[in-house]
């Protein structure tokens, strides 16, 4: 070895031993940074002649790839179930707690406390208002409960067109950045920095669908979902396409047309099981929209049905001829089995016996059909109508058990299986919550360790002094040689 190539070769040395201190000191900076990934310079013989010195090859990123795609796809397990059970939360607020006051199973309770009193005392006008009060009171919290329902669905059409503006931005910007990391590691320079803009952007959407990342090489990427749909593929992102439908009423579903589903780059893209975007916030809204909510719908309308056919002809009330409108309505019509649907948003109390809206409450006594009071001391019909609320029967409609039962020991069901579905959501969210957090925590674990990054720190000092130290040998022999 020549004094001129070992004057090269400490020198190459303190070149990377500067460029090391720099990227060590670069991941202490950023250990707390999130999306940063620790950097480790990667460094071969120089292959000049006999192949002296030392050169930087590149830096590398340390990340767990597998590891990042498992946390991901947790994300959007968690985000999934979360959705589910903030909804189903909600809908057991609206019905309220059995026993609760203001609650639905409260409302019918008061409802037939008032009958009984009422049928006690028929000659009491207070007693018949009563009852008028809470029957009212038992329609509307059924319309409550069934505008929480739709209220619920329309949120989850906005939320989701939200969600896919956001989806299609970030691919948008994504694509722009593989653009540029081509660039350059086509030049052969660090794009570590856009690298981990581009992962922190992939963690942003993690949440609305599961995603998978493949590395095409020359620094890009594509992007797939678990069910196989393609998001990105290099600097080609795709459009996923939704049409919000604004207010969502009930009947309006996918299939009838009435609603949107979601698409991929012009074709349909289921988010069920099995779906090319199943999984995740986007699909959970959808979930919402198309299936669960309008279950729940379903209940509370075979819930409202039964409350209008106990007292529909040829029911208690002998006043009322076939096709008449019973003490609960449908919008004030008489109820049609074959619009059911949204029918717990239309019930009320017949006019007939509604002091509000021109009624007279001795109707309740004497027949809505009645022209005139009968005798004030009658009360067979108030207790009619007290038993046909209480009488066992079996629903004509909604997923419950078969069996009779009263219209209480319905709306109980009703409610309880509300609640059931939601300890049942609010368990998997936990769970799915809990993995989530553990594969965040395992991640962040192989990030910048400070202590680690300091005792590379040394190692790096005593290699730039000992090339140091070479370069001063070096000098001093060309000192002596000058001498000569």
Do not use: C
């Not at 090269?8 to 950023?30: D, F, K, T, W, Y």
């Not at 493949?214 to 459009?239: C, F, K, M, N, S």
Request: net charge negative.
């Amino acid at each position: 070895m020549t004094i001129s190539s070992a004057l090269s070769s400490a020198l190459s040395g303190l070149n990377v031993a500067s460029r090391q201190a720099e990227l060590v000191s670069s991941n202490i900076a950023n250990a707390t940074t999130e999306g940063y990934a620790r950097r480790e310079l990667q460094t071969v013989a120089r292959s000049s002649g006999s192949g002296q010195g030392v050169e930087v090859a590149g830096t590398l990123r340390i990340t767990d790839r597998a590891l990042t795609g498992d946390r991901r796809i947790a994300a959007a397990g968690a985000a999934d179930a979360d959705t589910r059970a903030a909804f189903l939360a909600r809908i057991e607020t609206a019905l309220g707690d059995p026993g609760a006051d203001g609650s639905l199973t409260a409302r019918i309770a008061e409802f037939d406390a008032a009958l009984i009193a009422a049928a006690s005392r028929p000659d009491a006008d207070t007693r018949l208002a009563a009852v008028v009060d809470t029957a009212t009171s038992l329609a509307r919290t059924l319309n409550a409960a069934a505008a929480t329902v739709q209220d619920a669905r329309s949120r989850a059409d906005a939320t989701i067109d939200q969600q896919v503006t956001r989806l299609n931005q970030t691919l948008t910007g994504l694509a722009d950045l593989n653009r540029q990391i081509q660039r350059l590691t086509v030049m052969d320079r660090d794009a570590s920095a856009l690298i981990d803009k581009r992962q922190q952007m992939i963690d942003g959407i993690a949440d609305l669908v599961p995603l998978r990342e493949v590395d095409r090489g020359q620094g890009q990427i594509a992007l797939y979902t678990t069910g196989g749909a393609v998001l990105l593929d290099g600097a080609r992102p795709a459009e996923v396409g939704f049409v919000p439908a604004g207010i969502v009423a009930a009947g309006m579903t996918l299939a009838g047309g009435a609603l949107a589903g979601l698409t991929v780059n012009g074709r349909p893209a289921g988010t069920g099981p099995g779906g090319l975007m199943a999984g995740g916030a986007i699909a959970a809204q959808f979930a919402l929209r198309d299936d669960v909510a309008p279950a729940i719908q379903a209940n509370l309308d075979a819930l409202a049905r039964d409350l209008v056919e106990r007292f529909a002809p040829p029911g208690p009330d002998t006043t009322l001829a076939a096709g008449d409108a019973g003490l609960f309505t449908d919008a004030g019509a008489a109820f049609d089995p074959l619009s059911e649907t949204g029918l717990a948003g239309r019930i009320t109390l017949n006019a007939a016996a509604d002091p509000d809206r021109g009624g007279e409450v001795w109707r309740i006594r004497d027949g809505l059909g009645a022209t005139l009071p009968g005798p004030p001391g009658g009360r067979a019909l108030v207790v009619a109508l007290q038993q046909a609320l209480t009488a066992g029967r079996q629903p004509a409609s909604g997923d419950v058990s078969p069996g009779l039962r009263s219209h209480a020991g319905l709306a109980a069901e009703v409610v309880s299986a509300v609640a059931q579905n939601r300890l049942s959501a609010e368990a998997e969210a936990s769970y799915t919550t809990a993995r989530a957090d553990a594969l965040t925590v395992q991640d962040l674990a192989g990030g910048v360790d400070t202590d680690r990054e300091l005792q590379d720190l040394l190692v790096i000092e005593k290699s730039y002094a000992a090339n140091a130290k070479v370069m001063a040998t070096v000098g001093d022999l060309i000192d002596l040689l000058l001498r000569i």
